[in-house]
């Protein structure tokens, strides 16, 4: 296959592939994985994506790049260094950690793409982790000793926290909140959002019964499957569950992506990398996007356009869109924006089903769209995730397999 080609300028660009993906099964906050450190959960994903390319030597590994949310408790430190550490990987193997948030992953993916795009490493390993189950409360630290009165521990867990008093308040309600500003804005009601969480649960307990998961997901001693699925849900049974974040309003902990914990991990390398097996998908656009905080549900529309544009292509020639479900309300609102057929969207379900650890669902979607294309032999795919305080980030991926 063609690995180089000329930019714009002439210049010589080398083309960045998929080799691999994995993850570990997503457990429930306070579920299996609850006494795993997330240092311990990222070491695995390390391990099982390196057990896919058993012919590679890890001293060629040029760099790993990770993704991590919250890097405030045992994630801390950089927890990508410590994941290679920990995974036994030679200690000449460099690493670094990310933070954008739910986007984080993902990030590390695109990064690490660029990487061998400008021809600085062959071989990088990017992926992330989050243990929302293990995150800290926190304390602001004094600026001088023995203060007078009493200080809040904060939880880490999820948003926003230790607020600057500077930002404006529409820009920091909740992320519930700001999803039932974006159902009011679209007119996306309950019932359409209890259906699509339906559909994410059906989804994935069909793919993982199908064995499609088989080969993407890294068995944990502590657990085997993801931990959030229920196949036995309905429309009917999310009807009686009472709204989170407004008495009259339409989230639900149904209609919503949970609390979790897992890790996820890609190799990605140049076309002559010589990894001993062959790519499954090119990184052909990248896109990001930013806009007010509290639309950030809606930011996925215009980082995949940007993506699409710079692979060359449209909305038209996709087959296969992996998109995080952080909401449903703003899963069907980007969905509705692209146009594209809602059946092709999450088709091995979602993150409300799977589960949302954040730090480790863009690499998520990321395995899982190339594994779709791989497995349908379609050639374009989208994978897309929205990111807290108003940001976003999609990848098109053509598949080579």
Not at 24 to 32: C, K, L, S, Y
Not at 152 to 162: E, M, N
Not at 185 to 201: K, M, T
Request: charged share 20%; net charge negative; hydrophobic share 45%.
């Amino acid at each position: 296959m063609a690995n180089a080609h000329p930019d714009d300028r002439g210049a010589p660009v080398t083309d960045a592939y998929l080799y691999a993906a994995t993850r570990t099964p997503f457990g429930r906050f306070g579920g299996a994985l609850a006494e795993v450190r997330p240092d311990d959960l990222a070491a695995a994903a390390v391990t099982g994506v390196l057990a896919k390319a058993p012919g590679l030597d890890p001293e060629r590994i040029g760099d790993v790049v990770w993704g991590c949310a919250n890097q405030a408790g045992e994630d801390n430190r950089n927890v990508g260094r410590m994941a290679v550490l920990l995974a036994g990987l030679p200690v000449s193997v460099p690493a670094v950690t990310v933070n954008r948030l739910c986007g984080s992953s993902l990030d590390a993916a695109m990064q690490a793409s660029r990487t061998v795009e400008a021809g600085d490493a062959d071989v990088v390993l990017a992926g992330g982790v989050e243990s929302m189950t293990r995150a800290p409360w926190v304390l602001p630290k004094p600026s001088r000793a023995f203060p007078a009165g009493n200080t809040t521990a904060v939880s880490t867990t999820l948003g926003w926290r230790l607020v600057n008093e500077r930002m404006p308040a529409e820009w920091t309600v909740s992320l519930g909140e700001a999803n039932e500003q974006l159902g009011e804005r679209f007119g996306i009601g309950r019932e359409r959002q209890d259906a699509f969480a339906v559909r994410s649960h059906d989804l994935a307990h069909a793919a993982w019964e199908a064995g499609f998961y088989d080969d993407l997901v890294t068995p944990l001693e502590q657990l085997a499957r993801d931990e959030g699925i229920r196949p036995g849900s309905s429309v009917e049974k999310l009807a009686g569950l009472e709204p989170s974040f407004r008495p009259d309003g339409t989230i639900t902990a149904g209609n919503a992506s949970p609390l979790n914990d897992g890790a996820s991990a890609v190799l990605i390398g140049s076309g002559d990398a010589g990894l001993g097996l062959d790519p499954i998908a090119r990184f052909a656009g990248r896109g990001t996007y930013a806009l007010a905080p509290q639309d950030f549900g809606f930011a996925p529309v215009e980082a995949a356009d940007r993506a699409l544009a710079r692979a060359g292509i449209g909305w038209d020639d996709v087959a296969a869109v992996e998109l995080n479900e952080a909401f449903a309300v703003q899963s069907i609102a980007c969905v509705d924006a692209w146009g594209v057929d809602p059946e092709i969207v999450n088709a091995k379900g979602g993150a409300i089903a799977i589960g949302h650890p954040l730090g480790a669902s863009g690499g998520r979607v990321l395995g899982t769209l190339a594994h779709r294309l791989r497995e349908s032999g379609d050639r374009w795919g989208v994978a897309a995730i929205c990111i807290g305080v108003g940001q976003a980030l999609a990848v098109v991926l053509e598949n080579v397999s």
